[in-house]
């Protein structure tokens, strides 16, 4: 962005509605439904679950949300779908359309989202609170701040567009090429049998993976962590299961180039993970010598059709894992096919990337 720029502090009051969720109840099961629950959750954009409203909750589209509290305290975010949000939650209804542009509501979140050093649970972001921070934001060139005070017709929106589109293209090449590069010596199979085709058998976890590979990972609370660049595993049912990134290295177990298993929370929840990480207590390690990069991903996919045995009420502890069956193609030889799963992933892959272009 152009230094020379003349910036200008606006509060949000000036623009944006601004007003508190009133979704009730937000733990208690509810109707499936085509409404985003938000609350103040620290990913996902804090989507909680997909409901049917109630006639007392009030629906809102193209707003953006702060949270209060919680340990995404200040995280914002912008949606364009309907939704309602938790008393966690504030919500921003933009007063002029401008701000209903993608790449505009993503420079604001981020401006909003340094106002973060200022709270914390002892000093929330109450709604009286939002109304009062303040936002700089660009100016059209050749504005004189000496006088006249700026108003919304002055704001640069074109600059805020740019600046982000530019950031948006930068990271999808960079994307592109990595992927490119990395799946650029594997080989489609025009042969590979379909999976209708092959022979399966199921096997117990422990005959798939090595008992000595099985390991629950350990208790840290959110406390306890200090922040850095290791993935942080949890029972999360979204983003691999990246709860936070930390730099911890004592009292904690690691992984790498394995799966883990959620026990609790997203129940049966499968990931691989290519790299090293920091596994909770509410995941369970499974690695084999046996399984690659693309093997794997087969394996996780059988894996996770065991979330629908279990739930809150009914986890998957250490004894129950062992006892598990898991459903895998077999060779001539009646033996697990590993070289069919991974090529089966690896024309997948390669079917994805000829079908779809990052644009």
Request: proline residues 2%.
């Amino acid at each position: 962005m152009n230094n020379t720029k003349v910036w200008h502090g606006f509060s949000l009051d000036d623009l944006f509605i601004i007003c508190r969720g009133n979704a009730k109840n937000i733990n208690s099961k509810k109707d499936e439904g085509d409404v985003s629950l938000i609350s103040a959750k620290d990913n996902n954009n804090g989507f909680n679950k997909n409901v049917i409203p109630t006639s007392k909750e009030t629906i809102y589209k193209n707003v953006y949300t702060v949270n209060n509290n919680g340990n995404g305290v200040c995280l914002s975010y912008y949606h364009e779908y309907p939704l309602i949000a938790s008393s966690d939650v504030t919500i921003l209804k933009p007063k002029y359309d401008k701000f209903c542009n993608i790449s505009v509501a993503l420079f604001i979140t981020t401006l909003i989202r340094q106002q973060k050093s200022k709270f914390n649970y002892g000093y929330k972001m109450s709604e009286s609170r939002v109304k009062k921070q303040k936002i700089l934001l660009p100016l059209k060139q050749g504005f004189d701040e000496s006088n006249n005070s700026p108003t919304i017709e002055d704001i640069d929106f074109e600059c805020m567009i740019n600046y982000i589109n530019n950031i948006i293209t930068n990271k999808k090449s960079n994307y592109k090429y990595k992927i490119q590069n990395k799946y650029n010596n594997i080989t489609y199979d025009e042969q590979l049998v379909s999976l209708d085709k092959k022979q399966w058998k199921e096997f117990n976890i422990d005959e798939l993976f090595e008992a000595d590979n099985i390991y629950r990972g350990k208790r840290l609370t959110k406390a306890k962590q200090i922040i850095g660049d290791t993935p942080y595993i949890s029972s999360s049912g979204i983003s691999n299961g990246v709860n936070n990134f930390i730099s911890n290295d004592v009292k904690v177990r690691k992984g790498n180039n394995c799966l883990t298993l959620a026990n609790s929370g997203s129940v049966g929840a499968c990931f691989y993970h290519q790299y090293e990480f920091i596994a909770s207590d509410h995941v369970t390690c499974l690695k084999s010598n046996k399984l690659n990069e693309f093997s794997y991903l087969f394996v996780a996919t059988m894996l996770n059709r065991l979330s629908t045995k279990y739930n809150f009420n009914r986890e998957i502890n250490d004894k129950r894992i062992k006892r598990e069956k898991i459903l895998l193609p077999l060779n001539d030889k009646g033996e697990i096919d590993y070289e069919y799963m991974e090529q089966y992933v690896k024309n997948i892959l390669i079917e994805n990337m000829s079908q779809s272009e990052i644009k």
